[in-house]
């Protein structure tokens, strides 16, 4: 069955110092890969997805994340991280079939340091 | 004004009671999904509809009860509400076809079973 895992549960990072979130999928497949991000009281946004072709995505906000097929990853990074990027981070994977659902890991929560 | 949108956005209730959570969607996609996220525990698929006529479970579909008015509305009904179904819940649409992976969510519903 397909699963996400986010092994880091909470990060604090620095202002200014770059970012790499975790994620690794299990799927058969060539997998469709998402990040969402969650601010607090909000609903989940789109950060960037990886369909097929060019393994390095850029996304909205100044993320970028990269496919390895190798190590079964999809690690979300940002250079230098702003106050604005606190919040919750998920990873998805697309679950297969004609289903169109997303299997999530169950997240990494970004605080940012002054 | 928001694509996806969900009423209330906070409720409180009682054991037993029976409670209806709405979604309308303005993005015209024929995919609605309904979530549910615990904290620790990602987002989960309750219910997923991919037209009107076309309404499926997920993976934790029990105690729970979907209505797919028209193309734009998504109702998510708990007949019985008990503690444990005290979470948020977020409803999402895509399209039908090769993007049909790609999610939007509304804000989100947080609901709190007394």
């Known amino acids: 069955a397909q699963s996400v895992t986010q092994p880091d549960i909470h990060i604090t990072v620095s202002e200014g110092a770059s970012l790499e979130l975790r994620c690794n999928y299990s799927y058969g497949a060539t997998p469709y890969l998402f990040w969402y991000v969650q601010s607090p009281g909000q609903g989940l946004q789109l950060l960037l997805k990886?369909?097929?072709?060019?393994?390095l995505v850029q996304g909205i906000k100044g993320f970028e994340a990269e496919f390895k097929r190798s190590q079964s990853s999809f690690n979300l990074r940002k250079p230098s991280v702003h106050w604005s990027d606190a919040a919750e981070y998920f990873c998805a994977v697309g679950a297969g079939g004609s289903q169109g659902n997303l299997i999530f890991g169950k997240g990494t929560k970004l605080s940012v340091k002054p | 004004d928001a694509d996806v949108t969900q009423t209330p956005r906070n409720r409180i209730t009682k054991t037993g009671k029976r409670i209806m959570l709405e979604c309308s969607q303005t993005k015209g996609h024929d995919r609605m999904y309904w979530y549910r996220q615990d904290p620790g525990l990602g987002l989960r698929l309750i219910y997923y509809s991919f037209d009107v006529k076309d309404i499926n479970k997920g993976e934790i579909s029990d105690g729970y009860s979907v209505s797919r008015q028209a193309q734009a509305k998504f109702s998510l009904s708990l007949e019985s509400a008990i503690p444990n179904q005290t979470a948020l819940y977020f409803c999402a649409t895509s399209e039908t076809g090769t993007s049909f992976y790609e999610q939007y969510f509304g804000p989100g519903t947080r609901l709190t079973v007394t």
């Open positions: 990886y369909f097929s072709g060019d393994t």
